[in-house]
């Protein structure tokens, strides 16, 4: 979800994720098919700047920036780690005169790696992890209001062999100091079944109420889908 910074700007998280068999040694790449062109003709005039001269041969993550409300599109940042892949990121606008950019980012490594940008998205820090388990799982971030508070729903948990498909523990934390520490306040789900996966996911608030949507998926097998959850603010 994008984020609006003061000056009317959009900021929305992308990430270039190599596709898998493109990573094998010898595989031909179609990424130079993958690329649509408008017909100018019959299609209004947007433009988005080339992802790929701004990434490596792994993946990466980054955020697009508007300044006309979605017509053109820029990318910002370069993000990536030895040690894992960085996808799937959130974005909150911290208080403050600088308006600080803070990522949350989905990793392999079992725990969630953060990024800062102090000049609204333009230029990042380097990743770095963070004390908030991620079992290789997206994540949502949203800032509330008024109190200008963090919410993060995520998988609270690390992969476990006893259950090794499973994503689970998905709760909701609040930060009060601009998410240097977190307090628990709401358990979605905790049920754990071997080949069930509760995640992705989104939040919204609507006056006091945090609404989070998520899924809930059965690796082949079907459901009635369950209606949705509120948290009380």
């Given at each position: 979800k994008l984020v609006t910074m003061s000056t009317g700007e959009w900021v929305l998280p992308y990430w270039r994720e190599q596709p898998?068999?493109?990573r094998i040694a010898g595989f031909p790449s179609f990424q130079s098919k993958c690329h649509a062109k408008p017909d100018s003709a019959t299609q209004p005039k947007q433009h988005m700047t080339n992802v790929s001269d701004h990434a490596n041969h792994g993946t990466t993550s980054g955020v697009l920036i508007s300044r006309d409300k979605g017509i053109e599109w820029?990318?910002?940042?370069?993000?990536?780690?030895?040690?894992?892949?960085?996808?799937e990121g959130t974005l909150a606008v911290?208080?403050?005169?600088?308006?600080?950019?803070?990522?949350?980012l989905r990793t392999n490594t079992g725990c969630s790696f953060q990024a800062s940008s102090l000049d609204k998205g333009h230029t990042w820090g380097p990743a770095h992890p963070v004390?908030?388990?991620?079992?290789?799982?997206?994540?949502?971030?949203?800032k509330l209001y008024p109190s200008g508070y963090l919410a993060v729903a995520f998988n609270?948990?690390?992969?476990s062999s006893a259950c090794k498909n499973c994503r689970t523990h998905l709760h909701v934390v609040v930060s009060r100091d601009g998410g240097v520490t977190w307090r628990n306040v709401a358990t979605l789900e905790d049920s754990m079944e071997s080949n069930v996966r509760i995640h992705y996911p989104t939040m919204l608030q609507v006056g006091s109420m945090l609404y989070v949507a998520y899924s809930r998926f059965y690796l082949g097998r079907c459901r009635v889908a369950r209606g949705p959850t509120g948290v009380g603010g």
């Open positions: 898998r068999f493109e820029r990318v910002f940042g370069n993000l990536t780690d030895p040690r894992t892949d960085l996808i911290m208080d403050g005169p600088q308006e600080e950019l803070v990522m949350l004390a908030m388990p991620n079992p290789n799982s997206k994540l949502h971030m949203v609270n948990h690390h992969r």
